[in-house]
């Protein structure tokens, strides 16, 4: 196991355009996080999945945001009627245990335009 | 809310100087600390974790120590070099699962 992968690498998208990224964690891993960052600030914490169950949500996770982990392995994060302001770098981590640290994914740069 | 910030926001130094960057947090009530290196336009790769019950960390040529009671993180790297150019984050985990982020040091070391 390489890590966490993290499919597409990039996305450039209309306006008004639906987009999915995908996330694979660490297998044995069971925790799993999303994470979108602007340029030139941190990661911004967006949502967590312990197994299949979604358990924190951010305020930024609007309405358009869905995520889900349908069998507690991958992970999608979709966006709805895209923004120009979603435009960012998605990222997606994941961890094993209560005290471990997280190990993040290559992310996606999403453009819109 | 956890805040962190990370100074100096950017340095240059020379290869073969010490590197020392700084994190400081507001809430001492944190689960660890784990610090990043960050390469333009990529991912997040982990450096070091701490523990909130350690003072330090090494792993080769690096090593960050926390204070946790002034809400404190340096992070040492020995003998700098081009290749350690990057941007540094340091990130806090509270006791929920959402780690707080500072925006990172922004690191280039002149050959």
């Known amino acids: 196991d390489t890590g966490v992968s993290q499919d597409p690498r990039h996305k450039i998208t209309k306006r008004g355009q639906n987009v999915t990224f995908r996330c694979d964690p660490i297998?044995?891993?069971?925790?799993l996080y999303w994470y979108r960052q602007t340029l030139g600030q941190g990661p911004e914490f967006l949502t967590y999945f312990q197994n299949e169950a979604q358990l924190e949500k951010s305020r930024l996770l609007s309405d358009r945001f869905s995520a889900e982990r349908p069998k507690g392995s991958f992970s999608t994060l979709e966006i709805q009627r895209t923004e120009q302001g979603d435009s960012a770098m998605y990222l997606c981590a994941s961890s094993f245990l209560e005290g471990d640290g997280y190990t993040f994914g290559s992310g996606t740069r999403l453009t819109v335009v | 809310k956890q805040e962190v910030t990370q100074i100096p926001a950017a340095l240059s130094v020379p290869e073969g100087e010490n590197l020392v960057l700084n994190c400081s947090f507001t809430d001492s009530a944190i689960y660890n600390l784990q610090w990043f290196r960050q390469d333009p336009g990529k991912g997040l790769t982990s450096l070091l974790l701490i523990q909130s019950s350690q003072r330090e960390q090494t792993s080769g040529r690096l090593n960050a120590s926390l204070d946790k009671s002034s809400g404190r993180s340096t992070l040492y790297i020995a003998a700098s070099q081009p290749g350690d150019s990057a941007t540094y984050l340091c990130a806090v985990r509270p006791g929920n699962n959402r780690l707080a982020f500072g925006k990172g040091n922004q690191v280039v070391v002149i050959p």
């Open positions: 297998s044995e891993h069971n925790r």
